[in-house]
RNA sequence: GCCCCCAUCGUCUAGUGGCCCAGGACUAUCGGUUCUCAGCCGAUCAACAGGGGUUCGACUCCCCUUGGGGGUACCA
C-alpha cells in the first residue's frame, strides 16, 4: 500500500480558525495513524488578502497546536506561478481551455436576468467575433482562462460520507482557472499542487463538496491520479446555529451594547464620546449584523459596556490561547467535533487519537460548538497533568498575556498557585482569583458590597474578629499553611465562633473580595509582614 | 429559485435488523463534602422528527414530508 499523503493548505489571511484547525488536525491524525506524510502549502492566491503577517500568524497557532508538517520548505502558491502558466499554457494550446473576455459587470447582469426567470445561471461560452476580441483588447480589457470542462455527469465516492456524489451534466460550466491578474484560482492551484505534492487523502471542510466536481474533471483533464475524498461536517455555533465566525465576537458585544443602550438611556453618541470611535461608524455597526470592528476599536467598547475577553465567544485558535486552554484539551475537543473513537471513550492524549483515528468513524452531522463541554475537558486535564506540564501551560499563556499581574510571579510561586487553586478551569480563571497577591499592599481595592456583607453586618460583627484574629495572627512563629491551620482552629476554639466567620473577614481583608484560594494557603503565600498590613489597612479604610 | 448533504436526550455522541421500554459525556435539578469560589462524590430529569413501506422483528434498510446546514465568485 502506498505511503498515504495528507495535507492542509489553508488561504492566510490571519490567525487560525477553529475549523481550519479541526481540518488540520484530521489530517495530520490521518498521516500519523497510517505512518504518512502530512504536508503545509500556503494558499495565498488572492492577493488582497494575504499578508506576510498572516502567514505568521497561522504558522505560530499551528506550532501551538503541535500539528507538525513534514515538508521542510513551505509551499507558497504564489511562488508557483511559472508551473501554473505552463499548464495553462499547454492546456490552451490543447484546446482545453480558453480565453473569456466578459466583465464582472457584464457576468453580474448576466446573473441578475438569470435570478429573476428564476433559473440556475450557468456560464456559456460565447463565440467571439474576431472585431469583439480586437474591441476588448482595445478597451484595456485582459481575459481570464476558463477551463473547457467537459460536459458529463460527475461522480466521486466521498468516504466520510461513505457514499457516491454525483452532479449532472446540466450544472456543469466552464470555470475560471487564471484571474485577469494572473493568479491561478483556487480550483486549479489545488489540483495542480496536490497532484504535484503527491497527496493522496483530501480531507476538507463540507463546504468544498461541490468544488470536488470541478477538481476531478480538471484532473482528468491533466491526467493526475485521483486522491481519495472525505468532507467532514461544518461547526455550527451553538447561538443561531450557522457556521462558526469571526463575526459572532462581534455579535456578541452588538448585542451589549443594545442592551447598555437601552438600559441606561444612551446613544451611539455616548458611547462614541465614551471610546473616540466615530458615532456614525458605531451607528452603522450596530445596525447591520455583518459588519465587524477593528481590533484596537473592541476593546474600547468592550471596557465602556462592561464586557471582558473571556465573555467573548472563542473563534480563533489564538482566543483560545489567550484565554487558557491548552493545546491538549483544545485538540481532544476539536476531534470530537465530528468525529468519534466509538464506545464511551471521550478523553483521550494524542497518541489515542492517533491510534483510533481512522476515516470511517467520520461522522457526518454538523456539531453546535459546546464551550461549556470544552471548559469541563479543560478542568479535567488540569486535575491530571503533570506539574511541570501544568507551569509550561502558564508560563505560555503569560507571554500572549503581557499585562496579566501574574508575570511577576516566579516560577516557584506560579507552582504554588497551580497547586492551591487545584479544580480551576482555564488558565485565565487563575489570574482573576489570584492577581491580588501580586498587587501592592497599600492598593487593595475593597468591594463595598462585600465589605458591607462580611465586616460592617451586625454591627460591625466581622471588623471585631479580624481585630482579635490579628492579635492571634502576631504569635503565629511559624507562618506556614499547617501551622496557620493550627492556630486558626485554635482561635476559633476559644472564640466559639465557627471557622467561616473567621476566615471570610480575613478573606476580605487581604484579597478585597470574598474569593481566593484556601486561607491558610492564601495567608502563608502572602507571608506575615504583608498579611499584617493588610488587615490593619483593612480595617483603617473600612472602619 | 436551483443543486447537494444531514436528522438519537437542551448539546456532543454510542448504536451497522433482535443484545435498546436506547449507553456515555456536558448542561440542568436535588443531596453530600467544605473557610469563599471552585472542585469532588452520589442521585435524578432528559431522545430514536412525522408519515408510509420492507421484514417474523426496525433507532438501524427504502420512500415521502418536515426541519437543519451548505453551495450557487475572476474568495479560498
Known amino acids: 500500500m502506498p505511503t498515504v499523503v495528507t495535507r492542509f493548505a489553508p488561504s492566510p489571511t490571519g490567525y ?17 495513524h497510517t505512518g504518512g506524510k502530512f504536508l503545509l502549502r500556503i494558499e495565498d492566491t488572492d492577493l488582497a488578502r494575504s499578508t506576510e503577517d498572516a502567514v505568521r500568524q497561522l504558522l505560530e497557532d499551528l506550532k501551538w497546536l503541535g500539528l507538525n508538517w513534514d515538508n521542510a520548505e513551505l509551499v507558497y502558491q504564489s511562488k508557483r506561478l ?13 484546446g482545453k481551455a480558453y480565453e473569456a473576455w466578459e466583465t464582472n459587470a457584464e457576468l453580474d447582469v448576466l446573473k441578475e436576468a438569470a435570478t429573476r426567470a428564476k433559473r440556475a445561471y450557468r456560464y456559456v461560452k460565447p463565440n467571439y467575433t474576431p472585431e469583439q476580441i480586437e474591441k476588448y483588447k482595445d478597451e484595456g480589457r ?4 476558463r477551463f473547457a470542462m467537459p460536459v458529463k455527469e460527475y461522480k466521486f465516492r466521498d468516504v466520510a460520507l461513505d457514499k457516491d456524489v454525483t452532479i449532472s451534466p446540466y450544472e456543469v460550466q466552464d470555470f475560471v482557472i487564471r484571474k485577469t491578474d494572473g493568479m491561478p ?3 486549479f492551484g489545488v489540483v495542480v499542487d496536490d497532484a504535484e505534492m503527491g497527496v493522496t487523502h483530501v480531507l476538507r471542510g463540507f463546504e468544498h463538496l461541490l468544488n470536488t466536481m470541478n477538481h476531478i474533471a480538471l484532473q482528468e483533464a491533466l491526467g493526475y491520479e485521483r486522491p481519495i475524498y472525505a468532507h467532514v461536517s461544518t461547526m455550527l455555533n451553538p447561538e443561531n446555529g450557522e457556521k462558526l465566525s469571526k463575526r459572532d465576537r462581534d455579535r456578541r458585544i452588538r448585542k451589549r451594547v443594545q442592551d447598555w443602550m437601552r438600559n441606561n438611556k444612551k446613544t451611539a453618541q455616548d458611547l462614541s464620546a465614551a471610546t473616540g470611535v466615530t458615532a456614525d461608524r458605531l451607528a452603522s455597526w450596530i445596525a447591520t449584523d455583518t459588519m465587524q470592528l477593528d481590533l484596537t476599536e473592541q476593546p474600547k467598547i468592550m471596557a465602556v459596556v462592561g464586557l471582558k475577553e473571556t465573555d467573548l465567544p472563542e473563534i480563533m485558535i489564538h482566543d483560545f490561547r489567550k484565554n487558557g486552554y491548552t493545546p491538549e484539551v483544545l485538540l481532544n475537543f476539536l476531534a470530537l467535533q465530528g468525529w468519534s473513537p466509538g464506545g464511551d471513550l471521550e478523553q483521550m492524549t494524542i497518541n489515542e487519537m492517533i491510534e483510533k483515528f481512522s476515516i470511517d468513524r467520520l461522522v457526518s452531522n454538523n456539531p453546535k460548538f459546546n464551550r461549556e463541554k470544552l471548559k469541563s475537558f479543560s478542568t479535567d486535564w488540569f486535575g491530571k497533568a503533570p506539574m511541570d506540564r501544568q507551569l509550561a501551560a502558564i508560563k505560555d499563556w503569560l507571554s500572549v498575556n503581557p499585562n496579566s499581574m501574574l508575570n511577576k510571579a516566579s516560577d516557584a510561586e506560579l507552582t504554588h498557585i497551580l497547586k492551591m487553586n487545584a479544580g480551576f478551569h482555564v488558565l485565565s480563571e487563575l489570574d482573576e482569583k489570584n492577581r491580588f497577591f501580586f498587587v501592592a499592599d497599600e492598593a487593595i481595592e475593597y468591594d463595598a458590597k462585600t465589605v458591607d456583607k462580611v465586616l460592617k453586618k451586625d454591627d460591625g460583627q466581622g471588623l471585631k474578629v479580624l481585630g482579635e484574629v490579628r492579635a492571634h495572627l502576631t504569635e503565629v512563629a511559624d507562618w506556614t499553611a499547617g501551622k496557620l491551620e493550627a492556630s486558626l482552629e485554635d482561635f476559633v476554639r476559644s472564640s466559639g465562633l465557627v471557622l467561616g466567620k473567621v476566615a471570610q473577614p480575613l478573606r476580605v481583608a487581604v484579597s478585597g473580595s470574598s474569593v481566593s484560594p484556601p486561607i491558610f494557603e492564601t495567608l502563608a503565600f502572602l507571608g506575615k509582614d504583608r498579611t499584617l498590613k493588610r488587615i490593619d489597612r483593612c480595617l483603617k479604610v473600612t472602619a
Open 185 to 187: 484560482t483556487y480550483h
Open 142 to 145: 485582459t481575459p481570464v482562462i
Open 82 to 94: 511559472d508551473v501554473y502558466n505552463r499548464i495553462i499554457d499547454k492546456m490552451l494550446g490543447e
Open 16 to 32: 487560525l480558525h477553529v475549523g481550519g484547525a479541526r481540518t488540520a488536525l484530521f489530517n495530520w491524525l490521518l498521516a500519523k
